[in-house]
């Protein structure tokens, strides 16, 4: 569940020098990382972008995302514009969809999604990635729920209540290691020991509430499903301390429910 409504602007998805991590174990293929980092970049990008600008934003040389992204457009994952410029093309739509349906996940989720609505909040359901939260619905009251898949891009997961519930799940190394070369952690802006203080805090709770800044004054309140967790549900919207409790039941059943 977001704490702002702005979308986050595409910026190093997968950056290189994290990735190279003993977390990776002994012998990790850095041409497959560049790839994927290349992929994840044009993936994230709201328009078609030309291939200097597209290694600008993943820090890795323009001669080396060239090939990369003249092997995914052979390969029908990215296409070229008019222009000369790339975008996603046909095959990531296929990979999107082959893996959704793969794991079930939407499948499973959808039900769930749409009777936690009866509250009268928003509703999300999203993925962490490295320091970004994928949102893979995101609905308010008002609109179909059909209108919440793929409404909202990445955020950064600090200012997300389900970026804050999945990173609690993580340990403490392994953030430190995820946020090792930002010069500020967006909503924490005392750095590193606040935003561990917090995690803390969600691991002790077993959710997150995140208070939304914003003139809305809105709180999320998010869970975390699977084992090991792999997504995070959330409601957002008018929540006071009082009503925290039986909207985090509500959560944890849905969540027990789709992770069976």
């Not at 994952?77 to 959704?100: C, D, E, F, W």
């Not at 997300?160 to 519930?165: A, D, E, F, N, R």
């Not at 509430?209 to 967790?229: E, I, K, L, N, T």
């Amino acid at each position: 569940m977001v704490a702002s409504s702005a979308a986050r602007s595409p910026s190093s998805p997968v950056t290189t020098d994290r990735m190279q991590s003993s977390l990776l174990g002994a012998q990790p293929n850095q041409s497959l990382i560049d790839g994927i980092a290349t992929l994840q970049a044009l993936a994230t990008a709201p328009e078609p972008v030309g291939c200097r600008e597209l290694a600008r934003r993943i820090g890795l040389d323009p001669t080396k995302v060239n090939r990369l992204l003249k092997t995914l457009t052979y390969l029908g994952i990215a296409r070229q514009t008019a222009n000369r410029k790339y975008t996603s093309g046909p095959g990531m739509h296929v990979l999107a969809a082959q893996s959704l349906f793969a794991s079930g996940l939407m499948r499973r989720a959808l039900p769930l999604l749409e009777g936690l609505r009866r509250f009268g909040h928003t509703v999300a359901l999203g993925v962490l990635w490295n320091d970004s939260v994928s949102y893979l619905f995101h609905a308010p009251p008002g609109i179909e729920a059909s209108r919440g898949l793929g409404r909202i891009g990445l955020l950064p997961a600090t200012i997300s209540g389900i970026g804050m519930v999945l990173l609690a799940e993580l340990g403490d190394e392994r953030v430190a290691e995820i946020y090792k070369d930002r010069a500020e952690i967006p909503n924490f802006p005392e750095g590193m020991p606040q935003l561990l203080a917090k995690l803390a805090e969600i691991r002790q709770l077993g959710y997150a509430r995140v208070h939304v800044a914003d003139d809305r004054d809105h709180h999320v309140v998010a869970v975390s499903s699977g084992d090991p967790a792999h997504v995070g549900i959330a409601l957002s919207g008018w929540i006071p301390d009082g009503s925290t409790p039986p909207l985090v039941e509500a959560l944890r059943e849905a969540a027990l429910q789709l992770a069976e």
